[in-house]
């Protein structure tokens, strides 16, 4: 079993940061490439951002190239979403979501394993 475990949402102001991290248990953590999805309140769960197993190799939805930064800790067997210049439609909860897979999928269904989610509200 793989277990997923994301922490760091919370309240922010407009303008400002946070830094998600997703903690994986269970298995190898390198053999799995991650990704951050997003579901806001009324719609579906939305593709943010991944990286291959290395890290090597990022992917980002547009609207939030530039502005989050996906990467990993292999050594730590955790997975990070920072994100600066929080907007009020950042808000949403976020999950992490592990793939064994060589190339991560931006697609949710395609991924094997989800953590249970974290809050993030961006107040305007």
């Known amino acids: 079993q793989v277990h997923l475990a994301e922490s760091g949402g919370g309240l922010v102001q407009a303008g400002g940061s946070l830094r998600l991290s997703c903690e994986v248990s269970?298995?190898?953590?390198?053999?799995?490439?991650m990704g951050w999805f997003r579901q806001a309140p009324g719609k579906e769960r939305e593709f943010v951002a991944a990286l291959t197993r290395s890290g090597g190799t990022t992917y980002y939805t547009d609207s939030v190239k530039g502005r989050f930064t996906i990467s990993r800790d292999n050594a730590k067997n955790t997975v990070y979403l920072q994100m600066t210049s929080l907007k009020p439609e950042d808000t949403a909860v976020y999950y992490c979501a592990a793939d064994y897979s060589w190339i991560p999928p931006t697609t949710q269904h395609e991924y094997d394993y989800w953590g249970q989610g974290t809050q993030v509200t961006v107040s305007s």
């Open positions: 269970g298995r190898t953590f390198s053999s799995y490439c």
